[in-house]
Structures are given as structure tokens and as C-alpha cells.
């Protein structure tokens, strides 16, 4: 729970996989079966390429769906402190 990241829009989840070279695809109208909230903004999920169709791995430092989730948590609060630093200039 110390990695989680409070409300991570699809949005930028695709921005931070895509900034580090996975291929990442935004499905606009799919959402978490569980999602109690159908509101537009929920919406929206991520599809990440790990592996190639040769079932090699697309990127050496994500071997699994977790390495690229905690890679995620770590990189939005980055994002975030960037987006503020822009809005007050």
C-alpha cells in the first residue's frame, strides 16, 4: 500500500508506459467489471504489450504485469509534481 497511487487516471498510466517504451493501448469504452462507479471517466483501461509474438520479452525490465504496475506507481506522483509545476508558471 506504500506504492499506491490515489485515483490514476488511464490517461496517464498509457503516458508513463508509453515515456518508457511499452506499447500501450488506450480501450476508450471498457472498464473493471467490479467498477461500482459507471460514470464516463471510469470508462477506460489499459492494455500493456509485455511479450512479442515470439513470446520474448518486449522490454528486459518487465517480466511480469506487477514490475509494470509498481513501475507505474512510481512514476505518476513524477508526473503529477510535473503537471503542477507547469499550471504555475
Known amino acids: 500500500m506504500s506504492k499506491a497511487v490515489e485515483n490514476p487516471t488511464a490517461t496517464k498510466i498509457q503516458d508513463v508506459c508509453s515515456a518508457v517504451g511499452l ?16 460514470d464516463v ?21 518487465f517480466p511480469s504485469r506487477k514490475s509494470v504496475m509498481l513501475y507505474i506507481a512510481e512514476m505518476i506522483p513524477k508526473l503529477k509534481n510535473k503537471d503542477s509545476e507547469v499550471r504555475r508558471c
Open 41 to 61: 471517466q471510469y470508462r477506460r483501461r489499459v492494455r500493456v504489450q509485455l511479450k512479442q509474438e515470439d513470446g520474448s520479452l518486449c522490454l528486459v525490465q
Open 23 to 38: 506499447n500501450a493501448f488506450l480501450e476508450k469504452n471498457k472498464m473493471y467489471s467490479r467498477e461500482w462507479n459507471r
